[in-house]
């Protein structure tokens, strides 16, 4: 049974940050590419950023420069380091496990900024 499990959601002001962590379980985590996605409300999940099981990253615009993923293969877990932190980056932001077809969601936690 898969199971990722997000924290590090909560209140924060504009300018500030918070650090996202996502644990798994029931996966090979090493081989495993992980992602993070958010959905604001009354809009679609959007894909944030990556990082392939060799360590390459990738982000969307929006948040270039100012949000970093990470992985600890030893802990099975990725994080997201969010700095800089703007009202539209609030959001519910989900945990991503993926490998060929094969997806797997955490929970969500919800991160939100105020102005």
């Known amino acids: 049974q898969v199971q990722l499990v997000e924290s590090g959601g909560g209140l924060v002001q504009a300018g500030g940050s918070l650090r996202l962590s996502c644990t798994a379980s029931g996966i090979i985590f090493s081989i495993n590419g992980m992602a993070w996605y958010r959905q604001a409300p009354g809009k679609q999940r959007e894909w944030v950023a990556s990082i392939a099981s060799g360590g390459s990253t990738s982000y969307t615009n929006s948040v270039k420069g100012r949000l970093t993923i990470s992985r600890d293969n030893a802990k099975n877990t990725v994080h997201l380091q969010m700095n800089s932190l703007k009202p539209e980056d609030t959001a519910v932001y989900y945990c991503?496990?993926?490998?060929?077809?094969?997806?797997?969601w955490g929970q969500g936690t919800q991160v939100t900024v105020s102005s």
């Open positions: 991503n496990a993926y490998r060929g077809v094969r997806n797997y």
